[in-house]
């Protein structure tokens, strides 16, 4: 019979999380609100694509160091491992600075040549870069990993907290002191530095920083210690990319195809029915160091009942979450951003949609990356983005923002089908077949 302790242990790790997620939930609707109705729907949306086109900028350069922790850190937990375990948190930290300096360096570009197609008026260029410098250097991947290695979810939800918190305060200073653009802009960066600042507190506080900045140890012998981790980084990171920046495209679509009134619409749709996809990203990361320890200790035999399990708990919060979304998502979208914003009403069943579904498929993508099985990951998100340009540029024309808003849907199903089918694939696997996984 399964054992039940990496299922309580998933359940732990995911409480943690969602306690963090549910004080962002709530107050997000709450600075959103304040944002949505002191810039109205066409400086919302110019808002939006700056944030959006900055986010997915972090995305693309930025690599899932904390995956790779917790993918190779287990191995050196037990006496005698920490030379080679600081080894691994030196190199992901320097991964994250690299990644972050090359993504200041490619921003700087991209404002200077591409600012106004993304909407970034000359009034709000200094505010953008400011934004896009806090985001890109507020590097939190290497701290999150470590403390998922220790399994210390609460330090990392509490971290978590201060996002939500700090853009609560920020939304109502700039409110009231600078109503503008630029205004919340600062109030966004100024949170993530201070989000990021709180995660290496964490650190600090589990002694763990000390063994980070080891001196001492260098990095040349990491790709020694760990076989294979040049391709599980970059394979993670491009599969995480094309995940994460899916999330973010069909904004920065609507607002080059539509206009900044519709992509302040979008954007406040997709902010609500992205709750599920944040959902969906918890189950995912509280499960990942389970599955990883599962696989190591007795094969993919393991883990088979764990994913039913998950796939099952996943349908049912996402029907329940979708027939929510039914009953109330126009009330609350009137309700953050007036009347103006009540149109969007459509827009958030189709993107709610989607986010079920990426709910549902949760622990597919999880099982895959800890079973080195990373180029279907990739090649499923690879021909998901694909379906999603190919679908929106078929439908724009006609249905405008409510194309985009299938295209994003399409996405989800495509990627959904061909992680299962790998997943499915995966746990057929033949017993004298698994030691090769």
Not at 143 to 159: K, N, Q, V
Request: proline share 4%; aromatic share 8%.
């Amino acid at each position: 019979m399964f054992p039940g302790g990496p299922m309580r242990a998933i359940a732990r790790n995911l409480g943690w999380m969602l306690a963090s997620r549910g004080v962002l939930a709530v107050l997000s609707l709450v600075y959103l609100a304040i944002v949505t109705r002191t810039l109205g729907v066409s400086g919302f949306g110019r808002f939006a694509l700056i944030t959006g086109a900055s986010q997915a900028l972090a995305t693309v350069v930025g690599f899932q160091t904390w995956q790779i922790i917790v993918r190779y850190g287990t191995e050196h937990l037990a006496p005698g491992g920490e030379t080679r375990l600081a080894r691994l948190f030196k190199a992901c930290g320097l991964l994250d600075l690299a990644s972050a300096i090359l993504g200041v360096i490619l921003a700087a570009v991209i404002i200077r040549i591409w600012g106004e197609p993304l909407g970034v008026r000359p009034v709000h260029m200094r505010a953008t870069m400011l934004f896009t410098i806090a985001q890109l250097l507020s590097i939190r991947s290497t701290p999150l990993g470590i403390l998922r290695l220790r399994d210390r979810f609460s330090f990392a939800a509490a971290a978590d907290s201060v996002t939500p918190v700090m853009r609560l305060l920020g939304a109502v200073t700039a409110a009231i002191f600078v109503p503008s653009v630029s205004g919340f802009l600062v109030a966004w960066g100024l949170a993530e530095v201070l989000t990021a600042a709180a995660y290496w507190a964490a650190l600090a506080r589990t002694g763990d920083l000390k063994l980070l900045f080891a001196r001492g140890v260098g990095v040349r012998d990491v790709v020694v210690d760990h076989p294979g981790i040049i391709r599980f980084s970059l394979a993670t990171n491009a599969s995480s990319s094309l995940g994460l920046s899916s999330k973010q495209i069909p904004l920065l679509l609507v607002g080059g195809t539509v206009g900044t009134a519709s992509a302040g619409a979008f954007r406040l749709a997709l902010q609500l029915a992205q709750a599920l996809t944040k959902v969906s990203q918890l189950l995912a990361r509280a499960a990942f160091p389970e599955i990883v320890r599962a696989v190591a200790a007795g094969g993919l035999a393991r883990v088979r009942r764990m994913i039913l399990r998950s796939f099952l708990m996943a349908t049912i919060v996402g029907a329940v979450a979708f027939l929510l979304v039914v009953l109330l998502g126009h009330p609350v979208l009137t309700l953050m951003g007036g009347k103006e914003f009540g149109r969007a009403y459509p827009i958030l069943l189709w993107l709610a949609a989607a986010g079920c579904i990426d709910l549902v498929t949760v622990g597919f993508e999880p099982l895959l990356l800890a079973a080195n099985r990373i180029g279907a990951t990739f090649i499923a998100r690879v021909v998901g983005i694909v379906a999603l340009f190919a679908v929106s540029f078929w439908l724009s024309p006609s249905l405008e923002v409510i194309g985009v808003s299938i295209a994003v849907l399409v996405n989800a199903l495509v990627v959904a089908i061909l992680l299962g089918l790998a997943t499915q694939s995966l746990l057929r696997v033949k017993p004298t077949d698994r030691a090769r996984v």
